[in-house]
């Protein structure tokens, strides 16, 4: 077993596994502050999945990408539990 | 020899994403569920980004994984420490078998001032009784 079908078969299925239980948790989520933490993950999760095709299909400039999407990640939860905290009714 | 390296620090990065993943199904709590995403999640990426950096064996790719993984160790606890007192304030409720408060009664509702003393008026706390429903 090379390197590349470990990682085609084995690591990515388990990422893939993990996003669809974040989903769900992002669609059942019983407040919003839930929904938030649960979006952040996913972002993070993709984080990890640029990195995997990176190495599979050997093209490095992908981590541009996962740069972008870990600043996105941060500026999204920051923005969104701003506004959560100056919302006035519950 | 590289390709078992890179073996080892995906498998345990990808074990790490999929702890966290479980753990944001299965706690019972928002705050617990936001310690489960700071602390596994940024590990495991932190992993499989090693294993870029490992592949690669490159300094361009490894300056920015290593920007990436410090990105994300920075950022990770900020995050989660913002989203945390925002769902304080908005009153989402504790997990009913929860312990302690700490700050219960400090936090006001309506200045956002955080007191070191208790101040128990009712109509500037947050309302944080304990989940009822199972």
New interface residues.
């Given amino acids: 077993m090379t390197l590349f079908e470990y990682l085609h078969y084995i690591i990515l299925p388990v990422l893939v596994v993990s996003a669809v239980l974040i989903l769900w948790r992002f669609i059942k989520g019983p407040s919003i502050a839930d929904k938030i933490v649960s979006l952040d993950l996913l972002i993070t999760t993709g984080i990890g999945v640029i990195a995997v095709y990176s190495i599979i299909y050997d093209q490095s400039t992908l981590m541009d990408t996962a740069l972008i999407l870990a600043l996105i990640a941060f500026l999204s939860t920051v923005a969104l539990s701003y506004y959560l905290e100056k919302r006035k009714r519950k | 020899m590289i ?1 078992i390296v ?2 080892i620090l ?2 345990f ?3 790490f ?2 702890f ?3 753990g ?2 299965r706690m019972p709590d ?1 705050y617990l ?2 310690s489960v ?1 700071t602390k596994a ?2 590990l ?2 932190g992993l ?2 090693m ?2 950096t490992v ?2 064996s ?1 300094t ?2 490894t300056s ?2 290593f ?2 993984i410090l ?2 160790f920075l ?1 990770a606890p ?2 989660a420490h ?2 945390g ?3 304080y ?4 409720k504790l997990w009913d078998k929860s312990v302690m408060d700490d700050l219960r009664g400090k936090y006001q509702k309506n200045t ?1 001032v955080l007191k070191s003393i208790v101040d128990d008026t009712p109509e500037d706390n947050v309302d944080h009784t304990k989940m009822k429903d199972k």
């Fill in positions: 390709d890179i073996g995906a498998t990065g990808a074990l994403v999929l966290a993943a479980i944001v199904v928002t569920r936001i995403t999640a940024t495991g990426v499989v980004l294993s870029t592949y690669f490159n361009d790719v920015q994984a920007v990436i990105f994300l950022t900020v995050s913002l989203i007192r925002a769902s304030f908005i009153g989402v956002h």
